[in-house]
T-cell receptor, first 112, second 113 residues
Framework: AQSVTQLGSHVSVSEGALVLLRCNYSSSVPPYLFWYVQYPNQGLQLLLKYTSAATLVKGINGFEAEFKKSETSFHLTKPSAHMSDAAEYFCAVSDAGNQFYFGTGTSLTVIP | ETGVTQSPTHLIKTRGQQVTLRCSSQSGHNTVSWYQQALGQGPQFIFQYYREEENGRGNFPPRFSGLQFPNYSSELNVNALELDDSALYLC????????????FGSGTQLSVL
């Protein structure tokens, strides 16, 4: 069975500070991993995805994530937070079947 | 290239009623998935349709049903609405394959009173 756990339902950072959102996964097969962002009253938008190529994945808006198999982690980072980064972030795993399993989300607040 | 569109954006129903939600997939996509997102939770997989056939289902009762049409648009039907069905319903389209990224619509906010 596939699942993801997002540590920290709420994260606050100062504008310009490092953003680190944590995701650990459980998968019985090599996983496909994703980070999505959701702005208020909108659907989910893909930030980046890992599909067994490079372990460091670069996404949109300056975000990146590193796949660490030994730690079963796929944490999302951004060197310098911007006010526009305030949103809900979801980690998801897929087993290349037809179902995505989403975490419960992390709400990012950026303090000016 | 058109994105995923869902209608209506908001809906209010009473317990026991039936509801139909609609989704137009992104151009070039043949797979549609439906997700339920309760307040404060991540999206939960309801089912997926590929070439007009159900191609996987999550842990939802049979009163949740769907259709996919030849143009790859889709409907989600929910019968005998319950209060717990109140949620944001998200439609996502993709090319076939779980490793393909999902493109989400903005969702339909369903309130059951």
């Amino acid at each position: 069975a596939q699942s993801v756990t997002q540590l920290g339902s709420h994260v606050s950072v100062s504008e310009g500070a490092l953003v680190l959102l944590r995701c650990n996964y459980s998968s019985s097969v090599p996983p496909y991993l994703f980070w999505y962002v959701q702005y208020p009253n909108q659907g989910l938008q893909l930030l980046l995805k890992y599909t067994s190529a490079a372990t460091l994945v670069k996404g949109i808006n300056g975000f990146e994530a590193e796949f660490k198999k030994s730690e079963t982690s796929f944490h999302l980072t951004k060197p310098s937070a911007h006010m526009s980064d305030a949103a809900e972030y979801f980690c998801a795993v897929s087993d290349a079947g037809n179902q995505f399993y989403f975490g419960t989300g992390t709400s990012l607040t950026v303090i000016p | 290239e058109t994105g995923v569109t869902q209608s209506p954006t908001h809906l209010i129903k009473t317990r026991g009623q039936q509801v139909t939600l609609r989704c137009s997939s992104q151009s070039g996509h043949n797979t549609v998935s439906w997700y339920q997102q309760a307040l404060g939770q991540g999206p939960q997989f309801i089912f997926q349709y590929y070439r007009e056939e159900e191609n996987g289902r999550g842990n939802f009762p049979p009163r949740f049903s769907g259709l996919q049409f030849p143009n790859y648009s889709s409907e989600l039907n929910v019968n005998a609405l319950e209060l717990d069905d109140s949620a944001l319903y998200l439609c996502a389209s993709s090319r076939q394959g779980g490793y393909e990224k999902l493109f989400f619509g903005s969702g339909t906010q369903l309130s059951v009173l």
